[in-house]
């Protein structure tokens, strides 16, 4: 046999392996399957794990429950560093004072009905690493608007509800900037996000102020309008899920 009828065979088998592979990889593919991705284990004796690629999140900030808001924020990856954040949701009762955000709880008492108003969150991400998932520390900017209001009813001068009330109202407009951190799990695509950060608010407040005179028991019922700009700092968790 000779030298060059030797070296065909290498390379026949060679092009059937590949056949093979591409023909397995399209049937695969045809499945509709994702696309995954390798990650390699410390050691040599470690072996790899095989998961789907993440590439967008879905996640909730259950701290923010107790300072009256329900955002469902999505991020999707737009580059090895960069990604888009977005939130939607509705603000609700207030259960905790936050002095360093400047936001007064709510009370429980009769006469007040909270209303659901919108909140809204927008921002970019800059990861400090390039990673083919969203992962990683980073920087992040965003804009919230923020419209707390509850319905304070009215009492007469001796403490009875009239019927009618008053909108007390707090509108925050931000612009913040967070450090923090983001991991997916190494096995599945949950995932943790903590950050912590500061932020420049524009506030629009219509208080409603109730006040009983204890020397004659007459009830009395004031409104203030506030507008100024203040710093607020902000710190949390949110947990999701990647795909």
Do not use: C
């Not at 888009?84 to 002095?99: E, F, M, Q, S, W």
């Amino acid at each position: 046999m000779s030298v060059t009828n030797i070296m065909k065979y290498p390379i026949a088998w060679t092009l059937t392996a590949l056949l093979v592979l591409g023909t397995g990889t399209i049937l695969a593919q045809g499945k509709g399957q994702k696309m995954k991705v390798v990650l390699q284990g410390d050691s040599s004796s470690i072996p790899g794990d095989t998961v789907n690629l993440v590439r967008n999140a879905i996640k909730l900030n259950p701290a923010l429950f107790l300072r009256g808001e329900t955002p469902i924020y999505y991020e999707r990856a737009l580059s090895p560093r960069m990604s888009v954040v977005v939130a939607a949701g509705i603000t609700n009762r207030k259960a905790l004072d936050l002095p360093h955000s400047h936001e007064r709880s709510d009370d429980y008492g009769a006469g007040t009905k909270v209303l659901s108003r919108p909140a809204i969150h927008g921002g970019l991400r800059f990861y400090l690493t390039k990673d083919m998932e969203a992962q990683g520390f980073y920087f992040q900017g965003e804009y919230v608007y923020l419209d707390h209001s509850k319905d304070i009813s009215i009492r007469d001068a001796h403490g009875r509800f009239t019927g009618a009330s008053l909108r007390d109202q707090s509108i925050f407009k931000d612009g913040r900037l967070y450090f923090g951190y983001q991991r997916l799990a190494s096995t599945s695509n949950w995932l943790f996000d903590v950050y912590g950060g500061v932020g420049y608010r524009s506030r629009e407040l219509h208080q409603v102020n109730e006040r009983m005179d204890l020397m004659d028991g007459q009830w009395t019922v004031t409104q203030e309008v506030v507008r100024d700009d203040v710093m607020a700092y902000f710190l949390g968790v949110k947990l999701g899920y990647g795909f």
